[in-house]
Nanobody, 122 residues
Framework: DVQLVESGGGSVQAGGSLRLSCVAS????????VAWFRQAPGKEREGVAA????????FYADSVKGPFTISQDNAKTTLYLQMNSLKPEDTAMYYC????????????????RGQGTQVTVS
């Protein structure tokens, strides 16, 4: 199975930056997309950004396009989410997820996900 472990969350003031990391192992051929999604208390899951593992093509939600950047290392074992110009509405638990690009494009639910890392913007 795919294992995903996030880190890098924390508390920042509005306008600040954070970089989330997700260490992955056990990828299969079917998990050709990886993504970040977030969920705030009482709100639905929201896809934030995704990347095709093999081509590196990236996708972003309109709400984060510009300030957020998704990337992966050359070995394709670590996924990153650089978040700049953070706003209070970005406060949520952020999760790393992996699945087929078809599922990722539909917004989930995802076959594999990590435990999440909390981001709080005040």
């Amino acid at each position: 199975d795919v294992q995903l472990v996030e880190s890098g969350g924390g508390s920042v003031q509005a306008g600040g930056s954070l970089r989330l990391s997700c260490v992955a192992s056990g990828y299969t051929i079917s998990t050709n997309c990886v993504a970040w999604f977030r969920q705030a208390p009482g709100k639905e899951r929201e896809g934030v950004a995704a990347i095709r593992r093999y081509s590196g093509t990236t996708f972003y939600a309109d709400s984060v396009k510009g300030p957020f950047t998704i990337s992966q290392d050359n070995a394709k074992t670590t996924l990153y989410l650089q978040m700049n110009s953070l706003k209070p509405e970005d406060t949520a638990m952020y999760y790393c997820a992996a699945d087929s690009c078809l599922v990722v494009a539909s917004g989930g639910p995802y076959k594999y996900r990590g435990q999440g890392t909390q981001v709080t913007v005040s």
